[in-house]
C-alpha cells in the first residue's frame, strides 16, 4: 500500500521521504510544483495543495496512511481540517500529524491553536493517529547564522526558561518511524501522542554560550527583544506572521518549551540511537 507524505519538499517532509524510502515503504508526494521536487528514485510525486479538493481526492486515493504536516499559513487550520475530511473519506485509517509542543499551553498563539484544534478533531472524530508534537526546530537557527558570526551576538529570544530544541532529521525519522509501525499494522492503531524534543533544554544564554565554544569566540546573548524580534521578521515575512512568531517567542519568556519526564529517553529508545545535540547542528552549520 502507498503512505501519502504532504509538505514532503520542507525540512521535515523531504527526510519522512527519504527514511520511509531507506524502509522499503511506497511513498506518494503531493507537492505544489512538480518540476522542484528532487526526491530518491520511485517516489510517486502528484502536484495540489491543502485546498485543492479536488486534487486531494486524487492524490489521496489508494492511499493506506497519511502523513499530514502543513506550514505556517494564514489558512493553516483550514488546510488541516479538509485534509482530514478527505481522508475519512477515502478511508484512511492510518494518520501521522505533525503538530506542535505545548499546542494546548500557547493558546494566544495562532499556529499553535491551529495545530491544537487539529489534534481535538483527530480525537473528537475518532480517526486512528499518531500525533507528533515537535519542539523548537535547530534548523531555525540556519536564519540567524550569519548575524551571529557577523556580529557576535545569539539573536534569538528564546528566554531563561528553556527551550528542548530538536533537529529536523531526527523529527523526520520518528515520523517514519511511526508511519511504518501504522501501515505494517494489521488493524488501525489507537491515538496516541509523541513530544519530539532533543537531548538539552537550552536558555538564550545557553545558546549563545555553544556558539561560543564552537566559534571559539565570545557571543553575547542581548536579552529578549520580543518587540524587536517581531520588527526585524517583517523585513522578509508577513506582519501576521512576524506577529504570530512574536507571541510564540512571548510565551518562550513565560513557559519555555520543557520535555515531559521520560520524553528523551522515549525517543532514544525509538530511534536506537542518542538524539542529535544543539552542539553538533551548530557545528555542522558553521562547517
Known amino acids: ?49 491543502l485546498l485543492d479538493v479536488d486534487a486531494l481526492r486524487s492524490a489521496f486515493s489508494g492511499v493506506s496512511t497519511l502523513f499530514l504536516l502543513n506550514g505556517v499559513v494564514a489558512d493553516e487550520y483550514t488546510q ?34 491551529g495545530k491544537f484544534g487539529v489534534e481535538r478533531m483527530i480525537e473528537q472524530m475518532g480517526l486512528s493517529a499518531t500525533i507528533l508534537r515537535p519542539a523548537y526546530f535547530m534548523d531555525n537557527e540556519i536564519t540567524i547564522k550569519d548575524v551571529v558570526t557577523g556580529y557576535g551576538i545569539y539573536p534569538m529570544p528564546i528566554g531563561d526558561k528553556g527551550l528542548a530544541m530538536i533537529d529536523a532529521r531526527d523529527v523526520g525519522e520518528i515520523a517514519a518511524i511511526e508511519l511504518m509501525r501504522r501501515e505494517q499494522s494489521a488493524t488501525p492503531l489507537p491515538l496516541n501522542r509523541i513530544n519530539l524534543v532533543g537531548p538539552d533544554t537550552l536558555t538564550g544564554a545557553d545558546a549563545a554560550a555553544i556558539w561560543s565554544d564552537v566559534l571559539g569566540r565570545t557571543i553575547a546573548f542581548p536579552g529578549n527583544d520580543t518587540a524587536g524580534f517581531e520588527q526585524n521578521l517583517r523585513q522578509f515575512m508577513p506582519s501576521w506572521m512576524a506577529f504570530d512568531m512574536r507571541l510564540m517567542a512571548e510565551r518562550f519568556l513565560s513557559d519555555g518549551m520543557l520535555p515531559d519526564a521520560g520524553d528523551v529517553d522515549r525517543l532514544t529508545t525509538l530511534l536506537g540511537r542518542p538524539l542529535r545535540s544543539y552542539r553538533d547542528y551548530v557545528a555542522q552549520i558553521v562547517g
Not at 524510502?21 to 511513498?27: E, F, K, M, S
Not at 503531493?30 to 495543495?49: C, I, W
Open 1 to 49: 500500500m502507498t503512505i501519502l507524505v504532504t509538505g514532503a519538499t520542507g525540512n521535515v517532509g523531504r527526510n519522512v521521504v527519504e527514511q520511509l524510502v531507506n524502509r522499503g515503504a511506497d511513498v506518494r508526494a503531493l507537492v505544489r510544483d512538480p518540476s522542484k521536487a528532487s526526491f530518491p528514485a520511485g517516489v510517486e510525486v502528484v502536484k495540489g495543495d
Open 80 to 113: 488541516a481540517l479538509i485534509a482530514l475530511n478527505i481522508a475519512r473519506g477515502a478511508k484512511i485509517e492510518r494518520i501521522v500529524y505533525l503538530s506542535v509542543i505545548h499546542s494546548d499551553v500557547y493558546v494566544n498563539v495562532p499556529h499553535f491553536a
